[in-house]
Nanobody
Framework: QVQLVESGGGLVQAGGSLRLSCAAS????????MGWFRQAPGKEREFVAR????????DYVDSVKGRFTISRDNAKNTMYLQMNSLKPEDTAAYIC??????????WGQGTQVTVSS
């Protein structure tokens, strides 16, 4: 099992920045990739970004490219999402995920990000 705990959400004005963290514990040696998803009220969960635990390759949804940066600290078993130039449409619960293969298997509880206009 892998446990995931997010932190760093909050309220920010449009154009501002936030940094989210996701701390992993448990069988972290089994992690293949970690990622961020988001879900706004009344909408489906949306992929935001992912990072390979070994090698650090990254992928982003088009809407955040150039604004968000995903990174990880293997020694701390922690993943980050630096979010800059935030827009009201980025408002959502941001959820951390981990996969031991290409499938997302473990999920955090989420941290709320609210961007005011």
């Amino acid at each position: 099992q892998v446990q995931l705990v997010e932190s760093g959400g909050g309220l920010v004005q449009a154009g501002g920045s936030l940094r989210l963290s996701c701390a992993a514990s448990g069988r972290t040696f089994s992690i293949y990739a970690m990622g961020w998803f988001r879900q706004a009220p009344g909408k489906e969960r949306e992929f935001v970004a992912r990072i390979l635990w070994s090698g650090g390759g990254t992928d982003y949804v088009d809407s955040v490219k150039g604004r968000f940066t995903i990174s990880r600290d293997n020694a701390k078993n922690t993943m980050y999402l630096q979010m800059n130039s935030l827009k009201p449409e980025d408002t959502a619960a941001y959820i951390c995920a981990a996969g031991v293969t290409a499938t997302w298997r473990y999920w955090g509880q989420g941290t709320q990000v609210t961007v005011s206009s």
